[in-house]
């Protein structure tokens, strides 16, 4: 059914394929996992060395609110590829043990929808959208059954260890143990596709989605040694490890001739664990939760033929944004027979503000809490716990912080947001995939390891 539809949109936004027509964009996103929104140079850290992501954003633009969909990280992917928020698409959970959860054979991603037109598509690095039981199991959806041609990928960490790990499958076929670290194996995999086995007069989309800063980490002593000294020189290193795997595809894309036509976006899925040494330089909160220490982001796009050199912008835009952005750009419609949260952020890019159907709205799925739950409207923003019976009320604007919580003070205000939280939290748990978590939305995880 899904290849149907990538069939019928070719035809209807295209027709076939022309040799006059101007080359099309390829799409490059590269994901770091834990990376808090102030672990680099680029958002203000004083000490860690990121001179590739400094350089992207010196050539493109740079997020100051840019939002992961969740708190933690496999909703937070999951949005990124479909478009909609976790519960709606099902991955509303970090999915390891043995959970049944997955990303869906029926929701419909970028990568297959661009494959309809003539792209090539391929997945390094982390995957994370099936649990252990199901991961390279043929009877649950892998990342060919989403749209990639070619994939290089682990469940979640790469194991025993992000160096030398030998847990990475290779469309379907176990790779083995492979020497060095996480980042550097991620993109030289990357490379590898785009120079020896993706054809050049096709159009692509390369999806980079590194381990590192996440635990275990395992540091290349080049990196670490930069820090000489320092408590966290370990995971700073690790920051800067990252960094210079991003440079790799940076160089990579220049080499091919194709980076002044590549939309470029970085970011991470959810914000830093401090007891590694992550920082979210100073937002409050951080993984695990929907203060803005746990979902602002680092988020810097580079498209050199769309979007103008050393851009700053304050517009809100979060990964979910990006599958109807590259829809936009193809001419793809959005899918008609779902509902779509993200928007085209392209605008944002030039500091024009986004029109939102659907709230910014952030649900994280680890325990009772009293930051479970979060729903954003312009500079306003109320965050709520686990049963959605005590709220905080916060000018995100003004106090970017959440220092001061207004929700006796401005009673009003209170009650309008949560008006517009309940209603989308009911529009999503009906349309949620209730026989996976029915019953378990509103409990805590009993035993539950927070290693992921």
Same mark, same amino acid.
């Given at each position: 059914?899904?290849?149907?539809?990538?069939?019928?949109?070719?035809?209807?936004?295209?027709?076939?394929?022309?040799?006059?027509?101007?080359?099309?964009?390829?799409?490059?996103?590269?994901?770091?996992?834990?990376?808090?929104?102030?672990?680099?140079?680029?958002?203000?850290?004083?000490?860690?060395?990121?001179?590739?992501?400094?350089?992207?954003?010196?050539?493109?633009?740079?997020?100051?609110?840019?939002?992961?969909?969740?708190?933690?990280?496999?909703?937070?992917?999951?949005?990124?590829?479909?478009?909609?928020?976790?519960?709606?698409?099902?991955?509303?959970?970090?999915? %390891?043990?043995?959970?049944?959860?997955?990303?869906?054979?029926?929701?419909?991603?970028?990568? *297959?929808?661009?494959?309809?037109?003539?792209? *090539?598509?391929?997945?390094?690095?982390?995957?994370?959208?099936?649990?252990?039981?199901?991961?390279?199991?043929?009877?649950?959806?892998?990342?060919?059954?989403?749209?990639?041609?070619?994939?290089?990928?682990?469940? !979640?960490?790469?194991?025993?260890?992000?160096?030398?790990?030998?847990?990475?499958?290779?469309?379907?076929?176990?790779?083995?143990?492979?020497?060095?670290?996480?980042?550097?194996?991620?993109?030289?995999?990357?490379?590898?596709?785009?120079?020896?086995?993706?054809?050049?007069?096709?159009?692509?989309?390369?999806?980079?989605?590194?381990?590192?800063?996440?635990?275990?980490?395992?540091?290349?002593?080049?990196?670490?040694?930069?820090?000489?000294?320092?408590?966290?020189?370990?995971?700073?290193?690790?920051?800067?490890?990252?960094?210079?795997?991003?440079?790799?595809?940076?160089?990579?894309?220049?080499?091919?001739?194709?980076?002044?036509?590549?939309?470029?976006?970085?970011?991470?899925? !959810?914000?830093?664990?401090?007891?590694?040494?992550? %920082?979210?330089?100073?937002?409050?909160?951080?993984?695990?939760?929907?203060?803005?220490?746990?979902? =602002?982001?680092?988020?810097?796009?580079?498209?050199?033929?769309?979007?103008?050199?050393?851009?700053?912008?304050?517009?809100?835009?979060?990964?979910?944004?990006?599958?109807?952005?590259?829809?936009?750009?193809?001419?793809?419609?959005?899918?008609?027979?779902?509902?779509?949260?993200?928007?085209?952020?392209?605008?944002?890019?030039?500091? *024009?503000?986004?029109?939102?159907?659907?709230?910014?709205?952030?649900?994280?799925?680890?325990?009772?809490?009293?930051? =479970?739950?979060?729903?954003?409207?312009?500079?306003?923003?109320?965050?709520?716990?686990?049963?959605?019976?005590?709220?905080?009320?916060?000018?995100?604007?003004?106090?970017?912080?959440?220092?001061?919580?207004?929700?006796?003070?401005?009673? *009003?205000?209170?009650?309008?947001?949560?008006?517009?939280?309940?209603?989308?939290?009911?529009?999503?748990?009906?349309?949620?995939?209730?026989?996976?978590?029915?019953?378990?939305?509103?409990?805590?995880?009993?035993?539950?390891?927070?290693?992921?």
């Amino acid at each position: 059914m899904k290849r149907i539809l990538s069939s019928i949109i070719s035809l209807v936004a295209f027709g076939p394929l022309q040799a006059e027509e101007p080359a099309r964009p390829n799409f490059v996103i590269f994901v770091a996992d834990d990376m808090g929104w102030g672990d680099s140079a680029t958002y203000g850290h004083p000490l860690i060395k990121t001179p590739n992501l400094d350089k992207l954003a010196s050539q493109g633009v740079k997020f100051t609110q840019c939002y992961s969909a969740c708190g933690v990280c496999s909703p937070s992917r999951s949005a990124i590829l479909t478009g909609r928020m976790p519960y709606r698409n099902g991955v509303w959970r970090h999915l %390891s043990g043995n959970h049944p959860a997955h990303l869906r054979d029926s929701e419909i991603t970028y990568p *297959e929808l661009l494959k309809g037109i003539g792209y *090539e598509t391929c997945h390094v690095g982390k995957w994370h959208l099936n649990s252990k039981p199901q991961f390279n199991v043929p009877e649950f959806p892998q990342p060919g059954d989403h749209g990639y041609d070619y994939w290089m990928y682990s469940q !979640n960490n790469a194991i025993p260890s992000h160096k030398n790990p030998n847990n990475f499958v290779r469309n379907g076929e176990p790779v083995g143990e492979m020497k060095g670290y996480s980042a550097q194996i991620v993109a030289s995999e990357a490379i590898h596709w785009l120079e020896e086995i993706h054809d050049p007069k096709k159009p692509f989309a390369l999806s980079v989605w590194v381990h590192e800063p996440h635990s275990p980490i395992a540091t290349d002593p080049r990196f670490s040694e930069l820090y000489p000294g320092h408590k966290n020189s370990k995971y700073m290193g690790n920051i800067t490890q990252l960094d210079t795997a991003l440079g790799q595809v940076m160089e990579a894309l220049d080499k091919a001739g194709v980076a002044d036509n590549t939309l470029l976006f970085f970011t991470s899925d !959810n914000g830093p664990v401090p007891g590694f040494g992550g %920082s979210s330089g100073g937002l409050r909160g951080n993984k695990r939760s929907s203060h803005e220490g746990g979902i =602002r982001v680092p988020g810097v796009a580079r498209w050199p033929a769309r979007i103008k050199a050393g851009t700053v912008s304050d517009v809100p835009v979060i990964g979910t944004d990006l599958f109807s952005t590259i829809l936009s750009v193809v001419d793809i419609p959005l899918p008609a027979d779902r509902t779509i949260d993200g928007v085209n952020m392209l605008p944002a890019t030039a500091g *024009e503000p986004l029109t939102r159907k659907v709230p910014l709205f952030w649900r994280t799925h680890v325990s009772q809490a009293d930051n =479970r739950s979060a729903l954003r409207i312009g500079d306003w923003k109320i965050v709520s716990n686990d049963e959605m019976n005590k709220f905080m009320l916060f000018n995100i604007q003004k106090d970017w912080k959440e220092e001061n919580d207004l929700a006796t003070s401005m009673p *009003e205000k209170l009650e309008e947001m949560k008006k517009e939280l309940f209603k989308v939290w009911k529009e999503i748990e009906t349309e949620g995939p209730k026989e996976w978590w029915l019953g378990e939305r509103n409990k805590p995880m009993k035993g539950a390891k927070l290693n992921y």
